[in-house]
């Protein structure tokens, strides 16, 4: 995997998932594994430092009234109904842990659905990069994570997920989408192996 046509796409990584306060962390039955994703995200990310793959992240914000979100019914109806996302609170914030590593990361705003493509740039900045693989973590594996990734793949990337640094709501619904649905469009792999072929070039 070439670094240089390699780009790694943050889904969610903001404080009302991350934060222990935060609106939706509790939308994740296994708590532990919240701060596990984290923890591995970060890992990853500094393990590649010196490499020269792309991170953009893509927040996930709402109008402070919701004049952006019309559903009624559905997972988008209840952020709605929760107050979560919504821009200018501090749950919509960056997690503090991303926005320590200052430029290393590309924020590109726009996101206010599942599929980080929809609704921002994201095609076009990794186009211009000459991006050929994209890696996807984040949160929810069910939602904003398939979303993203089959878009991905659709555009004509090579998508890989990563399965220690995304989280379903369930341990089942992780183990579900990792075993029986990724699979389908992309590849399913940690984050060490990841770093392993990146640095092998």
């Given amino acids: 995997m070439d670094p240089k046509t390699t780009a790694l796409v943050l889904v969610g ?34 393990s590649i430092a010196s490499l020269e793959v792309a991170v953009f992240a893509t927040p996930f914000f709402h109008d402070p009234n919701y004049r952006d979100q019309a559903a009624t019914v559905g997972i988008l109806h209840s952020i709605k109904e929760s107050g979560a996302f919504r821009l200018g609170t501090t749950g919509a ?17 726009g996101k206010c659905g599942f599929n980080a493509f929809a609704t921002t740039t994201l095609d076009a900045a990794l186009k211009a990069r000459g991006i050929k693989d994209v890696l996807v973590a984040g949160m929810i594996t069910s939602l904003c994570i398939d979303s993203t990734a089959r878009a991905a793949y659709e555009l004509g990337y090579t998508v890989s997920i990563l399965s220690d640094c995304t989280s379903g709501r369930t341990d089942t619904e992780q183990e579900f989408y990792c075993d029986k649905v990724f699979p389908l469009y992309g590849r399913v792999v940690n984050s060490p192996v990841l770093t392993a072929e990146l640095r092998a070039g």
Avoid: H
């Avoid at 998932?17 to 500094?46: C, H, M, P, W």
């Fill in 93 to 109: 914030q960056t997690i503090p842990e991303l926005l320590a590593m200052a430029d290393r990361v590309t924020y590109l705003e």
């Fill in 13 to 46: 990584y903001q404080n009302d998932y991350f934060a222990s306060d935060g609106i939706l962390r509790g939308v994740v039955e296994n708590q532990g594994r919240v701060d596990t994703v984290l923890k591995n995200t970060v890992a990853f990310i500094d």
